[in-house]
């Protein structure tokens, strides 16, 4: 979904982990942040600023406006941690992040289940003493985004959005879902989507095949996807 507002993809030809293998293996671990913070924390600072200075693209509000004017009810699951969502108009209190977020940081010890904003990076750190620190227990605080190998990662706004989706989800007969880009090397939205919908419309510039023969594959980019829908039912 963040590819159309310049952002790069995850596991894509030119994704993040594509390009830095070596160091989202290394340091995108929770044990970087005991053994080397300022590096760890460092592979994160770029996109942190990165996803705070770029705008959502048009298709956030496009597909929101589509809602609107239908009088659709709506829920988002993401595992995008850019909060361009929210940023784009969505009610948060619809928002189910399922792998955290970066807009937020918890200790890394962890000594309780708080989150707290994610300082104003401007550049990388330098040195050990401008890691941010436990407001708590003064010990350092680390990005609120699930890593590899990560026991240490609090659940306390995924498993608000999880139980706030099993509401709104709870007196739907019919869902019908609208999956944006989800790949299928860490399927996670994948599966989310066959399990909790009746219908499915998935958008996929490379990977739009579908399993169910009530569900709609649609080969593009995701504001081209959400165009042809908006198309279809408005046009």
Not at 32 to 54: E, M, Q
Request: hydrophobic share 35%.
């Amino acid at each position: 979904m963040g590819v159309d507002s310049g952002l790069p993809d995850f596991r894509g030809s030119t994704g993040l982990w594509t390009d830095a293998k070596e160091n989202f293996t290394k340091f995108s671990t929770a044990r970087a942040f005991d053994t080397d913070p300022v590096v760890a924390w460092n592979s994160y600072i770029d996109r942190i600023i990165s996803y705070r200075d770029t705008r959502p693209h048009r298709g956030f509000t496009d597909l929101l406006g589509l809602l609107k004017r239908h009088g659709k009810e709506h829920f988002v699951v993401t595992s995008n941690v850019d909060g361009h969502f929210q940023e784009a108009g969505y009610d948060p209190a619809s928002v189910y992040e399922i792998h955290g977020d970066l807009r937020h940081v918890q200790c890394n010890k962890p000594c309780s289940r708080a989150l707290y904003p994610m300082p104003r990076f401007t550049c990388r750190l330098t040195n050990e003493s401008e890691i941010p620190k436990c407001p708590a227990c003064g010990s350092i605080l680390r990005p609120h985004v699930m890593m590899f190998s990560d026991p240490k990662f609090i659940f306390t706004n995924v498993d608000r959005g999880m139980d706030g989706y099993d509401t709104w989800s709870a007196n739907k007969l019919n869902i019908v879902g609208i999956e944006i880009g989800a790949g299928i090397t860490i399927p996670s939205i994948r599966h989310f989507g066959n399990e909790r919908t009746t219908a499915l419309i998935r958008i996929n510039p490379y990977e739009s095949a579908v399993d169910r023969p009530q569900d709609i594959g649609i080969t593009a980019t995701a504001v081209a996807g959400i165009d042809r829908i908006i198309d279809a039912i408005d046009g």
